[in-house]
């Protein structure tokens, strides 16, 4: 079965450019996590998604966006990119059924998008 | 989110010692998992307790969910240069997300 698939793994972008990440979650995982990772403040979280729809949500501001897709993929956009954006965006999917449902609720992580901010 | 306290905060050691790390919440959760994260690679499930109480181990490593709900710890036994990388501990109360703490980086000389 393969994992958890994030595009690209690297990239540079300038303040005030926009940026797309994308995830492709394990055959089968309905439930797309996403989170931002930086040396001083750890893994942060982002959003949820699950069938489409968002389930909960990180005290991120608004320029930190995301969508899913019936296919389960699922893509963040950040706006206005600021310095501070850079970090490694880690998406992970799991087999929550349902929010709080069933499922094991275990989190696959794939291996990131290193996103820079010059 | 709910804070997680994970300590230590990094921890170096000689091959072939035992490492003990804690995660303590403020908050009661159903769910605690323990990640490994090597560089440049994303975090790899080590172990997952469901019950207050439960000791589960996989191979090395043991973990246990506390009675209170609110504290998880993770033991590795006789520990070899491969261990070496980002422990970090994760919790969930049912219908939120998964929270991480800062992690524990472990260093193992041989």
Same mark, same amino acid.
């Given at each position: 079965k393969a994992g958890v698939t994030q595009t690209p793994r690297y990239l540079i972008k300038t303040r005030g450019q926009q940026v797309t990440l994308s995830c492709s979650p394990i055959s089968g995982h309905r439930s797309v996590s996403w989170y931002q990772q930086t040396p001083g403040q750890g893994l942060q979280f982002l959003f949820e998604y699950f069938s489409e729809t968002q389930r909960n949500k990180g005290n991120?501001? &608004?320029?930190f966006s995301g969508r899913q897709f019936s296919n389960s993929r699922s893509e963040m956009n950040v706006s206005? +990119?600021? +310095? &501070?954006?850079?970090a490694l965006y880690l998406c992970a999917s799991s087999d929550r059924r349902e929010s709080g449902g069933l499922g094991t609720g275990e989190l696959f992580f794939g291996e990131g998008s290193r996103l820079t901010v010059l | 989110g709910q804070q997680l306290n994970q300590s230590p905060q990094s921890m170096f050691i000689q091959e072939g010692e035992d490492v003990s790390m804690n995660c303590t919440s403020s908050s009661i959760f159903n769910t605690w998992l323990w990640y490994k994260q090597d560089p440049g690679e994303g975090p790899v499930l080590l172990i997952a307790l469901y019950k207050a109480g439960e000791l589960t181990s996989n191979g090395r490593l043991t973990a246990q969910f506390g009675i209170t709900r609110k504290d998880s710890f993770l033991n590795i036994s006789? @520990?070899?240069? @491969?261990?070496?990388g980002i422990y970090f501990c994760a919790g969930r109360r049912s219908g939120y997300a998964l929270n991480f703490g800062k992690g524990t980086s472990l260093l193992v000389t041989p």
């Open positions: 991120f501001p &608004g320029r206005t +990119l600021e +310095l &501070g954006d850079s | 006789a @520990s070899i240069p @491969s261990d070496v």
